[in-house]
């Protein structure tokens, strides 16, 4: 099957499609899907309008009810995750416009409508007017993201836009006082909804910008209808946020909705409660960090408490009373008395075993002296009986030759040759004038 491609407007002049004769049977399953298929993709996501009847809330949260007008009506079918983005509750009776994807309920055959979103019949035109204005502030760049300014981090007065009467005033400040229960909070109340709305809003939005003691301003409001909402889309109050002196955040409605509010502001929020947030969310961090930073500083406190709690424990063993280091000093002191005492008796015994013993060495070396000099002098006489000077005394000399050798044999001497003679007392130089051989005197 070729694809179709037209326009939402051209949808109503389809001409009725013609399958070709074919003799294959189709079951009613196989039926009811290729024209579920066929509606699907004929016709595309478009808007109906009509009204509410037959309204039936599943225990699943899904919706169903028909569309109807004077003529004929249509089944449809909401599930629960549309369902529940519905900004209001859906009744019986009411006028709308639905979103609508055209389909078939295969199990029962049955023609129907897969509903996207709802809107009150005649917001239509609301809702072309806030895209005309959205479209001309974005053409003058109110809704750039480059103009757009960060929030102080640490904001000491928050500024709040709305009515005193709104639920969205208690929930700010319930969340301010959660989160940062310190910051100063300034009201300035307007009107928020109906047609004196816009310049009451656009009075408040002058006497803070006059007054300039608010760090950051919110602008919030509670959810509603596009209606209910409509002086948020007022193209003077959206001019007048757009030139204010300090951050703004809008929070108006729900998440589903959108103003132009929300988009000519520095931060659009979901919610008001969700703006509270976001412009205490420096101190909120602060104060996490700080609880954190508290936990590790009680832990790191425990830890060198119970370090320190141990080393003194280990020194509580190690210290000893003063009396008890007296005592121990007492008994050091007695055990060397006794010590001494037991050593000076070992001398002085050792020295009446010394006394014999000192008579008897003393004895020993006199007599040992004695012996050595009676030997002494056996081997001086003895000496003296061999020595050369006793041979010398009794009348004999020695000979020695001109080198200094002693002459035995006066075969050795020449006449003439210088000898020289030794006597017992001196000596004396001489001349060879003969020799005699052998034995001759």
Known sequence: MDEVVFTPASARHFEPFSPPLSTEIFT?????????QLLEQRFPL????????????AASGHLYFSLKDAQAQVRCVMFRS??????WRLENGQQVEAQAL???????????????????????????????????LGREGLLDAARKRPLPRYPRRIGIVTSTQAAALSDVIAALERRAP???????PALVQGADAPPSLVAALDRAYARAECDVLLIVRGGGSLEDLWAFNDEAVARRIATAPMPTIAGIGHETDTTLADLVADLRAATPTAAAELASAGWHAAATELTSLAAILRRTLQTALESRMQALDRLALRLVHPAQRLAAGRQRMESLDHRLQAAIERRLAQRGRLTPLEHRLRQAIHDRVMRCQRSLSHCQGALAGLSPLATLQRGYSIVRDADGAIVRDAARLAPGERIELQFARGAATGVIEKTKPGNEL
């Open 82 to 87: 549309r369902a529940q983005l519905l900004p």
């Open 28 to 36: 009613v399953s196989e039926l009811n899907r290729a024209a579920r």
């Open 46 to 57: 478009l808007w109906v309008s009509g009204e509410i009847s037959n309204l039936t809330r």
């Open 102 to 136: 055209v389909t078939l309920y295969e199990a029962r055959g049955d023609f129907q409508l897969n509903v996207e979103a709802l809107r009150r019949a005649g917001l239509g035109r609301l809702y072309e007017m806030f895209l005309q204005l959205r479209d001309k």
């Open 182 to 188: 310190h910051v100063e909070l300034i009201v300035y």
